[in-house]
């Protein structure tokens, strides 16, 4: 919208425009000011009335619109007053604003940074300072805090330093203050008289200006937040630690030792976890898994997967359908957060380990000629992603051979590729000798895992150890096949029956092992298909009397009528042995297996 038809009626308006003419006029560069023409009526005159008061200006003697309102009628008449400028920063003192701030403020000049000025602030914490002295004389607390070799730096290389976080005792005071203190290079004006008065200024002196921010609240602040993240890691650790195994099971074939180094002060604990599970029939399952996140939630999840893991192991599945269950159960426990894991299984009648993998690094095994190979099959994704078939893959574990389980933290650094990392732990292991234990610290070691780290780690090794000497008489093993017919049964028991004569068993353990041998081969031919095997093996601690067939039904206990004539087979096993079960063999069929405790000797 354009104004300018509009402006005379507003009020001012033309009292402004004849306030800009006049200024734009031009004035005489020296001498009286110039009188105007005698035809100009004079702008100021008014009317007056009969006793020579003067009359309010009307519009037909001022030659303008009337006034508005809540304007004078006389304004028209008033000098434009000029407005004042507000001061700039020059005008003001710097001795003023220093001496005003509550920072502290000390100024010294020359290699020997005399003493020019210290403000109150700075006198009421430390006390007054005489001028002229040298910093070391007359401003002592700033050697004992460590600035005069930074204020030697100031002027030497004409750039700012900062030290933070300075303690200054309190004395009387509460409580300590601490101080960050910045050095500032400066020139400082020399005081007095010039000492030639024809040379126009003296040199300034080249100082520094030392700046004292307190930051009390800042620090104790951040005490606070430390003092809370270590009681909450604290209590992260203990749960972490608690959920883990306290004591690992030892299997009869296996020596097995694992370890767990939470990440340092500055990292927070994280959802690694590792378990040994004996399954029965002489097998174990090997599990070790990383939660992928921080904090007590992460060490809460890992716990409920830890759980879930011995439920499913106890079902003797596949370690593919224990990773598909677990898969489930992941996206179910929180949506949120993903984990890795490996589920493994060794069989020592089949002398290899058999696997599956969630997104978790591979495993590597040493061989008896000292070999370090990696599990090399296909890996799926993390649990909790869903949508994937799982599956399970398998690799030799002969007498005298070695295995290792292990999380990222042991491997991962963050300048360098994770297979790298995977390289160097096979270089360590292939040279790390000893019992299980000595072989987690040294792989520690070999991978410069500290007490710093910023990641927690986990370990499991896993020897099969070879057996010599009278520790070779307590393991044995026998197999008989069975081809079924009515001949089956009675040469099951008669190979049972010299078997376990031979181990030199006692009386009634020899009686207790033939029936159960009899009662497993008889619920096999019943309701089993070939082929069949019954298979006889002892260990140090226990007798284990395993039957497999075709046939992947598996049997349960049940309670047999009076008039009932069969059903009472596996009743009878598992009264008269320490445990029994049953499981799905990989290339189709079971197995159905029991075990009898040995005395110890």
Same mark, same amino acid.
């Given at each position: 919208m354009i104004f300018t038809r509009w402006s005379a009626k507003f009020p001012g308006t033309q009292r402004r425009a004849a306030a800009r003419s006049d200024r734009a006029a031009p004035r005489p560069a020296s001498g009286p000011p110039a009188t105007p023409p005698a035809a100009a009526p004079a702008p100021s005159a008014t009317p007056a009335t009969a006793d020579g008061a003067p009359t309010a200006p009307t519009a037909a003697t001022t030659g303008s619109v009337p006034a508005a309102r809540a304007e004078r009628a006389d304004t028209a008449?008033?000098?434009?007053?000029?407005?004042?400028?507000?001061?700039?920063?020059?005008?003001?003192?710097?001795?003023?604003?220093? /001496?005003?701030?509550?920072?502290?403020?000390?100024?010294?000049? /020359?290699?020997?940074?005399? +003493?020019?000025?210290?403000?109150?602030?700075?006198?009421?914490?430390?006390?007054?300072?005489?001028?002229?002295?040298?910093?070391?004389?007359?401003?002592?607390?700033?050697?004992?805090?460590?600035?005069?070799?930074?204020?030697?730096?100031?002027?030497?290389?004409?750039?700012?330093?900062?030290?933070?976080?300075?303690?200054?005792?309190?004395? #009387?005071?509460?409580?300590?203050?601490?101080?960050?203190?910045?050095?500032?290079?400066?020139?400082?004006?020399?005081?007095?008289?010039?000492?030639?008065?024809?040379?126009?200024?003296?040199?300034?002196?080249?100082?520094?200006?030392?700046?004292?921010?307190?930051?009390?609240?800042?620090?104790?602040?951040?005490?606070?937040?430390?003092?809370?993240?270590?009681?909450?890691?604290?209590?992260?650790?203990?749960?972490?630690?608690?959920?883990?195994?306290?004591?690992?099971?030892?299997? #009869?074939?296996?020596?097995?030792?694992?370890?767990?180094?939470? /990440?340092?002060?500055?990292?927070?604990?994280?959802?690694?976890?590792?378990?040994?599970?004996? +399954? /029965?029939?002489?097998?174990?399952?090997?599990?070790?898994?990383?939660?992928?996140?921080?904090?007590?939630?992460?060490?809460?999840?890992?716990?409920?997967?830890?759980?879930?893991v011995r439920a499913?192991?106890? +079902?003797?599945?596949?370690?593919?359908?224990?990773?598909?269950?677990?898969?489930?159960?992941?996206?179910?426990?929180?949506?949120?957060?993903?984990?890795?894991?490996?589920?493994?299984?060794?069989?020592?009648?089949?002398?290899?380990?058999?696997?599956?993998?969630?997104?978790h690094l591979p495993i590597l095994v040493r061989d008896p000629q000292g070999t370090v190979r990696r599990a090399a099959e296909p890996t799926g994704p993390p649990l909790g992603t869903g949508g994937w078939l799982h599956t399970s893959g398998s690799v030799p574990l002969a007498p005298g051979s070695s295995a290792v389980l292990y999380t990222d933290g042991l491997v991962e650094r963050r300048d360098k590729d994770i297979d790298e990392g995977v390289e160097a732990l096979e270089r360590a292991f292939a040279g790390a000798a000893g019992a299980p234990d000595i072989v987690c610290d040294r792989l520690l070691r070999s991978l410069g895992i500290t007490a710093t780290h910023d990641d927690d780690v986990a370990i499991l090794v896993l020897q099969h150890p070879e057996r010599t000497g009278h520790e070779a008489e307590l393991f044995h093993n026998a197999a008989l096949e069975l081809h079924g017919g009515t001949e089956a049964a009675p040469r099951a028991r008669a190979f049972a029956s010299g078997v376990l004569a031979s181990w030199r068993f006692s009386p009634e353990l020899h009686d207790l092992g033939v029936l159960a041998a009899s009662e497993l081969v008889a619920n096999s031919l019943q309701h089993g298909t070939p082929p069949m095997r019954l298979r006889l093996r002892r260990t140090d601690r226990r007798l284990i009397i395993e039957v497999t067939d075709g046939d992947d039904h598996l049997p349960r206990r049940r309670r047999a009528e009076p008039a009932d004539e069969a059903g009472r087979g596996i009743s009878i096993v598992a009264t008269i042995a320490s445990s029994w079960g049953s499981r799905r063999t990989p290339g189709g069929g079971k197995a159905v297996w029991c075990e009898f405790a040995l005395p110890r000797g």
């Open positions: 008449s008033q000098e434009l007053t000029p407005v004042a400028l507000p001061p700039t920063v020059d005008a003001l003192s710097v001795h003023d604003i220093l /001496g005003t701030i509550p920072a502290l403020v000390a100024v010294v000049y /020359g290699p020997e940074h005399r +003493l020019a000025y210290v403000n109150g602030a700075y006198a009421t914490v430390f006390g007054p300072r005489p001028a002229g002295h040298t910093a070391r004389e007359a401003l002592p607390e700033l050697d004992a805090l460590g600035l005069l070799p930074l204020m030697d730096q100031v002027l030497r290389s004409g750039k700012p330093r900062t030290v933070k976080s300075r303690k200054i005792p309190g004395g #009387d005071r509460s409580r300590d203050a601490y101080y960050t203190f910045t050095c500032t290079p400066i020139e400082v004006a020399a005081s007095g008289p010039a000492p030639d008065p024809e040379v126009a200024c003296v040199a300034p002196h080249k100082g520094v200006l030392v700046f004292g921010a307190e930051v009390t609240d800042q620090i104790e602040s951040a005490e606070r937040l430390r003092v809370s993240e270590a009681r909450q890691r604290e209590a992260a650790v203990t749960l972490q630690r608690s959920l883990l195994p306290q004591e690992l099971e030892q299997p #009869d074939d296996l020596c097995v030792a694992a370890t767990y180094q939470p /990440g340092g002060t500055d990292a927070a604990v994280g959802g690694d976890w590792y378990d040994v599970i004996t +399954l /029965g029939g002489g097998r174990t399952a090997l599990v070790i898994g990383d939660v992928m996140g921080r904090g007590v939630r992460a060490a809460a999840v890992m716990g409920q997967l830890r759980t879930a499913y192991a106890r +079902l003797d599945l596949p370690p593919h359908e224990v990773l598909q269950l677990l898969d489930g159960l992941a996206a179910e426990i929180d949506a949120s957060q993903i984990a890795t894991c490996v589920y493994a299984v060794h069989d020592p009648n089949e002398g290899r380990l058999v696997y599956a993998s969630a997104g």
